[in-house]
Each structure stands twice: as C-alpha cells, then as structure tokens.
C-alpha cells in the first residue's frame, strides 16, 4: 500500500522537478531578451539622438540663441531703466554700452557659427573625397576634384579669419562686459559696494573703457598679427606646390 502511495508521490516530484527546471530556462532566455531589447534600444536612440546633437549651432539652435539674446538684452534695458541714474548717465548706459554688449555677443555667436560650420565640411568632405576616389567613375573622380577645392578653399578662409580664435576671443569678452554690469547692478564688489549708483557711475564707465580698450589692443595685436602670418605661410606653401607643378615660374630656375 505504502509503495502504491509513494508512486505519485514521486512522479509529482519529477514533474515539479521538470518544471522547475524548464521555468529556469525561460527566465534565462527571457531575461537575455530583454537584456538584447535594452540594447537595441539604446543603440538606436543613440543613432537617433547623435546626429541633431552634433549638427552645427546655426542648424540647431540659431534661433533660440537669437531669440535668448533678445530677451538677455531686453531685461538688461528694463533693469537699466530703474536704476536711480541721472538723464545724461541713463543714455550712456543704454546707447553706448548696451550696445556694445549687444554688438560683441552677436559676433561671438557669429563667429561660433562660422568655425563650426567650416569643421563640418572639412570632416564631411575628408571622409567622403576617399570614398569618391575609389570608385572609377568620371563624375565621382569629379565630385572629389571639386570637392578638393572646396576643402582647399575653405581651410584658406579659415585661417584667414580664425574664427575659433575671435569666437573665444569675444564670448570671453562678452561674459566679462555682462559681470561688470550686475556688479554695478548690484553694487558688489571692491569697486561699487557701499555707494549709490550714480556715485560710481564713473568707475563703472572707466571699467567698461577698460575692457574696450584691453579687447582692441588684443585683437589687432594678437588674433590679427597670427591671421595675417598664417595667411601668408599657407599662400607660400601654395605658391611652392605650384611652383614644383610647373603650373608656376620658379625664379631659383631662372
């Protein structure tokens, strides 16, 4: 009797032993899909996500900067106007240096813009000329050939204008003009705390003539100085590759 009892007693332990071990399979199987699911999707989120990230700022936020400028300088009139300042101070403020400002942020976006968007055609067109050159076909040799130029010509105008070099150079000024004015703001700082706006007016109008005058002699004694070197190294190394082309007379020759 015992025996017959013990019978189904084994094959349910069987079975749950199976079961066990087949529900054991399926989390493992299971769990790797998932885990192959999350990858897939980051993998494509991040083909998605990568390109708008790095597409040059003129492409993708040109307008939002220029419309957050408009409202930085909106609010830098609006604050301009309630500070206790007398007529003549008020239009100085707002004639002269917040269009200063104004002028050296719009640079500095422009700038930023124009260097970005000449790196993006010197790494486009530098993978794709190769790629052009490889296969033998008369347009695409071609396309490369122009596209040579293209690259040729543009880094030629890049180092000629440095943009990097100027958009540093003027968003470093244009956080500097910004600080000095909530300084006075403010009153804040050595220079301004403990007075009334009109008493250190004339500090602050001496501070901003400062940093004009710092910004004019670091422009035209070092972006332009290096410009203007660089431009002249690249057309002798042009002048030189055409020379040994024989496209140019070379007067060591002559």
Known sequence: MSTQNEAPRNNQNALQTVWSLVKGILVFFWEIIRALARMVRATLLLFINTPPELLPSVVQTSSADEAYNQRLFKKF?????????????????????????????????????????????????GVLIPVFIQFDTQELRIAASLSGIFVAVI??????????????????????????????????????????????????????????????????????????????????DMRTSLQKQGLLPNPDEE
């Open 77 to 125: 009139e609006e604050i301009g106007n309630l500070l206790p300042l007398d007529q003549l101070q008020s239009k100085v403020l707002a004639e002269n240096w917040f269009s200063q400002m104004q002028w050296v942020e719009s640079r500095a976006t422009r700038e930023r813009n124009a260097n970005e968007l000449i790196r993006w055609w010197q790494i486009i067109l």
């Open 155 to 236: 880094t030629a105008v890049h180092q000629f204008r440095r943009p990097d070099e100027r958009w540093r150079h003027y968003r470093v000024l244009s956080e500097r003009y910004q600080m000095e004015f909530w300084d006075f703001v403010t009153l804040s700082g050595e220079n301004y705390a403990g007075k009334t706006h009109k008493e250190v007016f004339d500090i602050f109008n001496g501070r901003m003539n400062d940093l004009k005058r710092e910004d004019i002699g670091k422009f035209f004694g070092e972006i332009v100085p290096a410009a203007t070197a660089s431009t002249e190294k690249l057309l002798a």
